[in-house]
């Protein structure tokens, strides 16, 4: 099975920051690989697909790029309604295996 | 608009059965791999299931091989969770999603396992 290590787990940040989180992977998986973005008592939303394309509708200060087997999920101003927990996802093999997640809070 | 609507969650006890079902719109589902994701209160996003467009091709998470079975009925645009030998370590929402990169999700749906 793909192990997903992502991290930090959790992370306090300010509105107006720029921050970053990071899966690796525990092998190869090309650009098979989503970030997505949940909030408390709702449904998982993708923001980025194949490592780096912007999901239709999200804003632009997120995006996703990839070096090797680590990507990166960035944000590049944090807005308030980016307060949430976020997944990476490898959709390379079976089993799909998701990251631990990271919570991000408000500093 | 794609829309996943997910039902038949429920409190159920250990050892029981229940099936879960995910109805679709806005899109063929006949056109997709479907898959069951699964959340455990407070913890993290677990892949449980896919299905491929037809249903000859299948894959499971090891801990519900030979108890849960995923099917649909393509007619009905319908994707369907049989769940059977519960366990409380099954107790999570279950949602469906689209494809097995999970473009869209439904809501999701409580399963209870407890005595």
């Known amino acids: 099975d793909i192990q997903m290590t992502q991290s930090p787990s959790s992370l306090s940040a300010s509105v107006g920051d720029r921050v970053t989180i990071t899966c690796r992977a525990s092998?190869?998986?090309?650009?098979?690989l989503g970030w997505y973005q949940q909030k408390p008592g709702k449904a998982p939303k993708r923001l980025i697909y194949?490592?780096?394309s912007l999901q239709s509708g999200v804003p632009s200060r997120f995006s996703g790029s990839r070096s090797g087997t680590e990507f990166t999920l960035t944000i590049s101003s944090l807005q308030p309604e980016d307060f949430a927990t976020y997944y990476c996802?490898?959709?390379?093999?079976?089993?799909?295996?998701f990251g631990q997640g990271t919570k991000l809070e408000i500093k | 608009e794609v829309q996943l609507v997910e039902f038949g969650g429920g409190l159920v006890q250990p050892g029981g059965s229940l099936r879960v079902s995910c109805v679709v719109s806005?899109?063929?589902?006949?056109?997709?791999?479907m898959s069951w994701v699964r959340q455990a209160p407070g913890k993290g996003l677990e892949w449980v299931a896919s299905?491929?467009?037809?249903?000859?091709?299948?894959y499971y998470v090891d801990s519900v091989k030979g108890r849960f079975t995923i099917s649909r009925d393509n007619a009905k645009s319908s994707l369907y969770l049989q769940m059977d030998s519960l366990r409380a370590e099954d107790t999570a929402v279950y949602y469906c999603?689209?494809?097995?990169?999970?473009?869209?999700w439904g809501q999701g749906t409580l399963v209870i396992v407890s005595s």
């Open positions: 092998q190869g998986i090309r650009n098979d």
């Open positions: 996802l490898q959709h390379n093999n079976f089993p799909r295996t």
């Open positions: 194949a490592a780096s």
């Open positions: 299905i491929e467009q037809n249903g000859g091709e299948k």
């Open positions: 806005g899109f063929s589902i006949s056109s997709y791999w």
């Open positions: 999603a689209r494809q097995t990169n999970f473009d869209y």
